[in-house]
């Protein structure tokens, strides 16, 4: 079973930017739906961007024109850049693997990593 390894999470002021990376270990991500959450306190878990087949990604609003979701095949790694950061930005992320489904739904992934903490400061 693929296990999903996060980093690149960190502390940064409003209108900065961070990468987030996530590899999968023992398989190739190509063959999976690549999604990214985050979950601020209190909240529920909350859809941010995902990728699949070769390329196709997909948003929230929220973060559209932000936030870029990439996959680099030769490093077998998928990558979160968040620029134009916001204190609302602020919440640990989470990277996240599915076979098939609704790529905004987080019950429909069944591979999550541990989770990086982003915090943006205003």
């Known amino acids: 079973q693929v296990q999903l390894v996060e980093s690149g999470g960190g502390l940064v002021q409003a209108g900065g930017s961070l990468r987030l990376s996530c590899a999968p270990s023992g398989r190739t991500f190509s063959s999976y739906i690549m999604g990214w959450f985050r979950q601020a306190p209190g909240k529920e878990r909350e859809f941010v961007a995902a990728t699949w087949s070769g390329g196709i990604t997909t948003y929230a609003d929220s973060v559209k024109g932000r936030f870029t979701i990439s996959g680099d095949n030769a490093k077998s790694t998928v990558y979160l850049q968040m620029n134009s950061l916001k204190a609302e930005d602020t919440a640990p992320y989470y990277c996240?693997?599915?076979?098939?489904?609704?790529?905004?739904?987080?019950?429909?992934?069944?591979?999550w990593g541990q989770g990086t903490q982003v915090t943006v400061s205003s």
């Open positions: 996240a693997a599915a076979t098939s489904g609704n790529v905004r739904r987080p019950g429909d992934y069944q591979t």
